[in-house]
């Protein structure tokens, strides 16, 4: 019998050693770099996908905030006089940040996350990009929409800031943790 139960401690022993061996390597795997999820986020959509995001990554999550807040009516693309459509007309607007001043000097990876507006990522994202040194890191696009593709928003961002080590962006519309997962190991983050 107390052989039974010694072989029977080894054996859990063993598999808990295994386990805890296996979660020492991934930690140390996401552990390789420092990830900044930062997004920005008019309606919520883009902030759930962001938050997935950082939850597969282990990355910080920050919210890019203007610093006068969309309302309904700013958002109203049927208008030509709502601010998003007047901010979109011009390519040099660039609205003013609000929220805490964010320090990326200890990131490595940087994901970047926007709804698309016009085929483009909202300005702010440019006000962000301009407002932060970027260079030498690793930046990672995702976006979330109605009805176009990253494609036009992350060759926009790629042309405006080529300076930076842009990666492949995806959107990220309904994507479950799997789907985000799969793309992430592609990267290798």
Known sequence: M???????????????????????DMNSKQSNHKVLVAYFSATGTTARAAEKVADVTGGDLYAIT?????????????????????????????????????????????????????????????????????????????????SSSIAGSTATLKRAYPALNWKEGRLLNRADEKTIRTWIDRLGY
């Open 2 to 24: 107390y052989k039974c139960l010694l072989v029977l401690l080894s054996v859990v022993d063993m598999a808990t050693a295994t386990f805890e061996q296996q979660k020492q």
């Open 66 to 146: 203007p610093a006068q807040p969309y309302i309904d009516a700013d958002l109203d693309w049927n208008d030509k006089q709502s601010r998003s459509s007047v901010e979109m007309n011009d390519p040099k607007a660039r609205p003013a940040l609000g929220g805490k001043r964010l320090d990326v000097s200890g990131y490595d990876v940087v994901f970047i996350g926007y709804p698309i507006w016009w085929d483009l990522a909202p300005r702010i994202i440019d006000t962000f990009i301009e407002n932060h040194d970027l260079k030498g890191k690793t930046v990672v696009p995702f976006a979330t929409s109605g």
